[in-house]
Nanobody, 115 residues
Framework: QAQVVESGGGLVQAGGSLKLSCTAS????????VNWYRRPPGEEREWVAR??????????NYRNAVKGRFTISREDAKNTVYLQMNSLKPEDTGVYYC??????WGQGTQVTVSS
């Protein structure tokens, strides 16, 4: 059964770093785009980053608020996508989810950034 499992969240002070991981049990993982989303407290889920395969290789896109601080990457041999988060801010607090076609939403991983 297709699924995603996120991990790596935690409590960190502002300015700190975390690296999230997401392992997906889907077919042909390397062919699919992957996205990271987050749900801030009391708000709707919002898109954070995307990595997709193209003619010239993988390309990435980021939410403006995280550009220059977050980096999405993937390790296709492990069916895993990562989100390296640096210079974290309190407004980055939320539950982080990864998304890939064919798999339902996972449980997410909580990221809390203290000021």
């Amino acid at each position: 059964q297709a699924q995603v499992v996120e991990s790596g969240g935690g409590l960190v002070q502002a300015g700190g770093s975390l690296k999230l991981s997401c392992t997906a049990s889907v077919s042909n993982f390397s062919m699919h785009a992957v996205n990271w989303y987050r749900r801030p407290p009391g708000e709707e889920r919002e898109w954070v980053a995307r990595m997709q395969n193209g003619i010239s290789g993988y390309s990435t896109n980021y939410r403006n608020a995280v550009k220059g601080r977050f980096t999405i990457s993937r390790e296709d041999a492990k069916n895993t996508v990562y989100l390296q988060m640096n210079s974290l801010k309190p407004e980055d607090t939320g539950v982080y989810y990864c998304s890939i076609v064919g798999a339902p939403w996972g449980q997410g991983t909580q990221v809390t950034v203290s000021s």
